[in-house]
């Protein structure tokens, strides 16, 4: 993946202050035209226009910021008055400095007690917030915004909590947990804010806030931000704000403006092949795959790791610590994709995300607005991609319909597409490679080839070139990778939203090996190819579809291992437990493939492997797992 070209149109970067929205955005003429006696049209809006205090103006223009967005020209000044607010916005409008702001100019920096609390949906969106708030904060000495979120270790919140932070930016649980450790308490509170409301509802915290703002006084002011008004935001609205003005933006998020947004029609069996070759032959300097559960995350992560792209997964029960290295990765340039479900992407904010695609399409149009929004960031172009299956056109029409756009169907790349991509990337070197010189040595060798072999030159560097991209020549590529937007067959048509049962035939050029190791040792997909490609001298493209079974694993490897492969391979752990590889035998003996009695995909009871359709099913539980 190389650099995506800036956006020839600005657009907000997410949260912050004075970022206006192109479309939205006043023109500032410079007079009336003293000829005709036109009026000027409005001036535009500044900050010169808002009555922040002078460390916050400091702040604000030590950012270099001098134009509000129309969320922060709405929100701000009703909030330093001291009323309770009511905003509909989405990411990347701005809102974080339209309440990080009035939350801070409430604050009292000599009290060391909590004076303001920010509830968020996610770890991440914590994070990103209590970051903002400190960037604007740094005028105001003597001032302490504490992140408290779960999957981080108490301590350290609890110690800052006693040294008298002021501001708290938490997730509903972590800030419940230290309630009832009496480490925070909320009589103190002037001011509190719930952003991103509808999704800490939508994830089940609506007891937790209700909760917590009935221990906050009721003289403190609130600000609710959210992106959609369901009847549940409106109910927490009636019972916990005093007559909130109410102010909003389009509902269409601005971020989506500067992306090329398209889709294609894939049924589900083809789409890692698919996504595998559109990453492959992607411009964008870093990309990332939304699917809507864990179990695909990994899989679809461990599948792209195997075609030879850098990549990683998240998901909701990543540990937090794992999290961080990974988003820190995706934004120093070591990890090329990331592949997350839309709760571990909440508040994501990577310059570098130059495409985002949409494995399945969102289950709701809002949602697709903020997977989209996770590219086109701080004035850079962006490319979308969603894969819809064919019974699928009424929920693309939802999503042209909400975000006033036309998706352009797309045609996925084929392999042809993929070897020419990486070749001609290969040749745009060659210049700098003569340059550098020492090449006597390979002149020579190919010249002694082409005497011996009496082969043309041309002919003998094409195959150099294809045996450098990989292709290996026709009839390797397997079905899955040959799928590039075909007419669809009845069969298809059928099959399409359905995931593939487990239990199949080895892939055409592999060999299906069985390790000792499945799901009640641990096991995931990433643990077994680390192994096997560490201890067998393998590549990760090397090793194939992967079946995790609750005591054993089949494994599809290129070619066949020797030997002294085998036994390097068997004696590597996974869980504590050695792999013990072996050729699969398939059921009672017969072919490969991985049926076992009481071990079978599709078998009801308590050995069958997870099914990956969009809600996969563990094999100690009756329903789909949440993501």
Known sequence: MTDTSPAQNPVPAPDG????????????????DSASGTPAAPAEPSFDD????????????????TVPSPIQAQAIPPLLEGKDVIGVAQTGTGKTAAFGLPLLAAVDPELRQVQALVLAPTRELAMQVADAISSFATSIGGLDVLAVYGGSP??????????????????????????????????????????????????????????????????????????????????????????????????QASTVKSVHQTYAVVPFKHRTGALARVLATSEAEAAIVFVRTRAAAEEIGTALLSRGLIAASISGDVPQKEREKIVERLRDGSLQVL?????AARGLDVERIGLVVNFDVPREPEAYVHRVGRTGRAGRSGEALTFIGPHERRALKNIERVTKQTLEEAVIPSPRDVSKHRLAALLTQVPDRIERGRLELYRELISEF???????????????????VGDDGPGTPTEDE???????????????????????????????????????HGARPPGIVGAITGEGGLHGKDVGKIQIFPSFSLVQIRGSLGEEQKARIGKAKVGGRSLRISEDQGPRGGQGGGRRDGERPGRRGNDRPRRDDGGRFDAKRKGPRRP
Do not use: C, W
């Open 17 to 32: 202050p004075g970022h206006e929205d192109p479309d939205t955005a006043a023109e500032s003429p410079a007079a009336n």
């Open 50 to 65: 808002i009555d922040l205090p002078a460390p916050l103006r400091r702040a604000v223009d030590e950012l270099g910021f």
């Open 154 to 251: 108490y301590g350290p919140q609890e110690r800052a909590l006693a040294r008298g932070a002021q501001v708290v930016v938490g997730t509903p649980g972590r800030v419940m947990d230290h309630m009832r450790r009496t480490n925070l308490r909320l009589d103190t509170i002037r001011m509190a804010v719930l952003d991103e409301a509808d999704e800490m509802l939508r994830m089940g915290f609506a007891e937790d806030v209700e909760e917590i703002l009935s221990h906050s006084p009721a003289s403190r002011q609130v600000a609710l931000f959210s992106a959609t008004m369901p009847s549940a935001i409106q109910r927490v609205a009636q019972d916990h704000m005093k007559d909130p003005v109410r102010v909003s933006v389009s509902r």
């Open 339 to 343: 592949v997350a479900t839309d709760v």
């Open 450 to 468: 082409v005497s011996e072999h009496e082969i043309d030159p041309l002919e003998l560097a094409a195959v150099l070139g294809a045996m450098t």
């Open 482 to 520: 040959e799928f590039t937007g075909a007419t669809l067959t009845g069969d298809d048509r059928g099959r399409s939203e359905r995931a593939p049962r487990g239990g199949g035939q080895t892939e055409h050029g592999y060999t299906s090996y069985r390790v000792g190791v499945g799901h009640t």
